[in-house]
């Protein structure tokens, strides 16, 4: 369902939003309309008659009809299908950032700058307790814990950093790929863009 208010169109349930103080008509009688929740640059939505999109369809042709001023025949510009795929690209690595972004949110940028010296140092002292571990070594003194226990801590959470990032990059990449295999402007825009997280939620 749609609500159009202060020429803004809104998801009733969900956080979709469209400007709608101009709606671009084209000549089979669907819908342009500039998309405002996500980045598009000039790119323009597609409403057309039927489907998933039959709703909001009918809330512009009820809008248009009470305003008729806010109807444009379609500009000169189209969106290509090769632009609105560049914008659901876009989409797609932005979620994929966030969600590998709230992995690291509680650690400072310099001490993420150290989680590749730390897992090599834990993973070579496993295979050899006799390994060089500076850093490690430093770490386990200031947190007075042993460098055993720090080893055990830091291959654990490296191991569960590379579960769980391998899980959104797939994601990602599988999202990609359904892209590449559009040939249509209804088909990317048929595409959701969600992350899951592992263990549920979404980022």
Same mark, same amino acid.
């Given at each position: 369902?749609?609500?159009?208010?202060?020429?803004?169109?809104?998801?009733?349930? !969900?956080?979709?939003?469209?400007?709608?103080?101009?709606? &671009?008509?084209?000549?089979? !009688?669907?819908?342009?309309?500039?998309?405002?929740?996500? %980045?598009?640059?000039?790119?323009?939505?597609? @409403?057309?008659? +039927?489907?998933?999109?039959?709703?909001? &369809?009918?809330?512009?042709?009820?809008?248009?009809?009470?305003?008729?001023? /806010?109807?444009?025949?379609?500009? @000169?510009?189209?969106?290509?299908?090769? +632009? @609105?795929?560049?914008?659901?690209?876009?989409?797609?690595?932005?979620?994929?950032?966030?969600?590998?972004?709230?992995? /690291? @949110?509680?650690?400072?940028?310099?001490?993420? =700058?150290? &989680?590749?010296?730390?897992?090599?140092?834990?993973? *070579?002292?496993?295979?050899?307790?006799?390994?060089? /571990?500076?850093?490690?070594?430093?770490?386990?003194?200031?947190?007075?814990?042993?460098?055993?226990?720090? %080893?055990?801590?830091?291959? *654990?959470?490296?191991?569960? &950093?590379?579960?769980? =990032? !391998?899980?959104?990059?797939?994601?990602?990449?599988?999202?990609?790929?359904?892209?590449?295999?559009?040939? /249509?402007?209804?088909? %990317?825009?048929?595409?959701?863009?969600?992350?899951?997280?592992?263990?549920?939620?979404?980022?």
């Amino acid at each position: 369902m749609y609500q159009i208010m202060d020429s803004i169109m809104k998801e009733t349930e !969900g956080s979709g939003r469209w400007d709608g103080s101009t709606v &671009f008509i084209r000549p089979d !009688g669907s819908y342009l309309i500039r998309r405002l929740d996500i %980045v598009c640059g000039d790119a323009l939505y597609h @409403v057309p008659n +039927e489907g998933k999109w039959k709703g909001m &369809f009918d809330a512009l042709t009820d809008y248009v009809s009470e305003h008729p001023e /806010t109807l444009r025949d379609i500009p @000169v510009h189209t969106p290509t299908l090769e +632009e @609105v795929k560049t914008a659901k690209l876009s989409e797609i690595n932005a979620a994929a950032d966030r969600a590998i972004g709230t992995l /690291t @949110v509680t650690y400072p940028d310099r001490e993420i =700058s150290t &989680f590749d010296k730390q897992e090599s140092e834990a993973r *070579a002292y496993a295979a050899d307790p006799t390994a060089s /571990t500076p850093l490690l070594s430093a770490l386990a003194e200031a947190r007075g814990i042993s460098l055993p226990d720090l %080893v055990e801590r830091v291959l *654990a959470k490296a191991d569960a &950093f590379a579960v769980a =990032s !391998g899980s959104i990059i797939g994601q990602r990449q599988a999202l990609e790929d359904r892209l590449d295999a559009c040939t /249509t402007l209804e088909e %990317v825009q048929g595409i959701t863009v969600n992350i899951s997280m592992p263990g549920g939620g979404e980022a």
